[in-house]
């Protein structure tokens, strides 16, 4: 993808295929997702739950493009009552302990939560990475997505694979 | 192939149709075509350009999140239009990233495209077109489309626009062939007119039927120009009739030749010179029979001069007659004619040299004559004066002024006012000449007479301008006059005297005359008498009526009657002139018959022949007639025939009478006698002469004959002569006129 050359040029360590992949369709993904109308702030905030590699892609995304004209900020939480105001908010598989009291933290809050932990969408994720013969995927868990009030275009859902936790 | 120029206006009007449609045709083809085919393609381009829209902005996301199934789903979407066969779409990274192909063409594989395009390649058009977000290049889409079947649907426009094409053609050849009849048939009755008109030069053909359009006006037109060529014509063959009769009445010889020395034309009296017609000249080259050889040569050097006019007297011989032309040439045209005008100055040229001629003759005469010549220049007051008048007056050339002063101061002083009075009254009325003589005062001194004899020049007005005249040195006859005139006045008395002393003696004379005459008259007629008697009787004697006689007694009495015959008619002729003389003689004028007169006389005369070899010859015509004394007329004729027998021995003896040509009778009586010395002939006329007195014996006569003869013809009005040679016969010749007057015998006397 056209980020490659970007990362390359960094002079950090190496960042895997992977985080890079998944740091561009966290980017891509505010282009197709709607955010409730009340939302004013005028910084785009990208959160991320503990120490991730993909946190350098990330800012390096944040250091150069915008979301509707705002300002990209990358913060980090280290515990789920850090949590405050952000706009998506990834949760490595690292952490997947903390999946469900970072959830219930963000439950009722407009907050993208993207993870790669497995069964990230069962537990009420709403969208996770997935690797189906070594290309990474998406699913959606719209369920959730509704119920943070925040709506998927269908450009997106066409691509995802799409759960459904009453199911 | 014919040229185009030069077809027929049907030909071309059909092919300038047929042009104008094919053309027109053709770019409407062309440009049906040409858009059809830009319709094809921008509605295949627009296809393609909303097909590769929509295939992006469905394929953007599948892009974006790497998901190459999707995106070949979305372009599977373009199986529903069957142009569009093959379609690619590569990613950020350049890797194919889906592809879609229709059936049957599958095998076709694109090489990566990088710039956004529509490319047409051998039938197929192709559109690359980048996939975007935002500013965000994902990826490259291309899609490519098959033409064949817009291509195939272009092909069938093409025929539909070929057969209409064709089908346009024919029907504007229909059209074309009966339009050009409505346009061509008057052009071609125009032409068919004005070959006419070219052919036979008829100037009154016109075209009829006339349109009112642009050929209609071209035939009035036509018909307007025949009008007034027609007029012209008329005109022009007047005008040139005109000039002819003018080059014809012009005093001179005309001719206008070009520059090959070929004649254009002449007048007839050049042609008339040459006895030829003008027709003969026209195209003739300059050297042939109706050119003089010193024209020929004349023309020639003009020719090859650089000379616009030129002038020139030519000597040339035409016809055996010389002739004196001034040639007048005068090149026209930039050389490229002629015109030679020639004026016959043959006459001029003559009388040139005869007054040339005259004019030396006169000089030399009045050098001659010692004229001397005056002429005073009455207007100018300026005089002339010849080198004779000078020196008539002793003075050289330069000594005498030319003024008229120089005359009258020489007039002597007693004469000098009637000299210029006669003059000047002369002057005022000129009538002949002036004839005057009058003294001029010589150079040394003395006075001159000179005989003047002038004329006066007068004007229109009768005023006298000019007088001429010539003084002639008279002085030694004026002296000669006056010494003629005191010897002339003493010879007058002397023959005064001498007169009146001839004219007493002359009275008495003829006084005495006339008593002579008187006295032989009476005398004569007393001597006839006795004679008469003696002849009788001698008569009587040899008749043998007294008794016979012997022949020495008849040859006595013979001698005795011949005497007595002799001494009768001696008195007879004594008696005739002696009446001549006292001027007694009676005439009896009758009319008779010359003929009838002359007959007579020879029967009278033919005794005397007896004895001789001699023919007597009388030659009058019947019908003359004469008016005269018939006694006399006969008496001379018969004295001349019997002199004329007397002394002619043999041959012939001729009277004849005929009317001369000045309406006299004219007598000639001629012999072949003995003739008459030249010596002889003088005194022949004379009364009491007998030529050659010696032979008297043998020609006896009285001698009065001829003397009485030339005295009756003269008494008669006429005249006599003779001509003779000795021994060669004598002619006798008097004339009388045929009616005698009292006048001429008046006359004459």
Redesign the interface.
Known sequence: ??F?LMVCAEDHSEVSQNDL?KS??IY?FT??IHWPSDDTSDVFNIGIFGENDINIPLREIARKKTVSGRKIQIKQYNSPEDIDHCHILFVPSGVKEMIPDILGEVKNKSILTVSDADNFSEQGGMITFILIEG????EINIASLEQAKLTA?S??L??AILVDENK | MKKFRDLSIKTKLVLMQLLVTSVVLVFLGIFLIYDEWRNYKDSAVNQLTSSAQLIISNSISSLQFSDPAAAEEVLSSLNTQNEIVNAWIYNGEDKLFAKYSKAGYEHYTLSKINQEGITFSKGYITIAKKIMDDEEVLGMLSIRLDMSARWNALIRDIYSIILAFVAGIVTAFLLAILVQRKISGPLLELTNKTEQVAKTGDYSLRIENISSDEIGYLGSAFNRLLEQTQLREQELSMAREQLQIVLDTVPGTISWLDSNLNYLGVNRRLADTFGLKPEDFIGQNLGFKGSSEEFVAFVRKFFNSKNKQVYKEINAIIQNQPYTHLIIGQKYGDDKFAVFIGIDITRIKEAERSIKLSEERFALVLEASNTGIWDFDILNNAAYYSPRWKAILGYEEHEIKNTSEEWENRLHPDEKERIIKLFDDYMANPQGQLVYEYRLRHKDGTYRWVYDRSTALRNEQGKSYRMLGSIYDITSRKNAEAALQEAHNNLEIKVAERTRELAEANIRLQELDRLKSMFLASMSHELRTPLNSIIGFTGLLLMGMAGDLNDEQKKQLDLVKNSAKHLLDLINDILDISKIEAEKIDLDINEYNLKELIDEIIAEASPLVNGKDLQLVGDVSNDLNMTSDRRRVKQIVMNLISNAIKFTDRGSVSVKAALNPDNMLEFVVTDTGIGISEEDQKKLFAPFQQLDMSSSKKYDGTGLGLYLCSKLVDILGGKIEMNSALGKGSTFTFILPLVYSDKIGKEKE
Do not use: H, P, R, S
């Not at chain 1, 290309?135 to 998406?138: L, N, R, T, V, Y």
């Open positions: 993808m056209t490659n992949v561009v369709f891509n282009k197709y290309k990474i995927k998406f275009g450009e997106l066409k691509l």
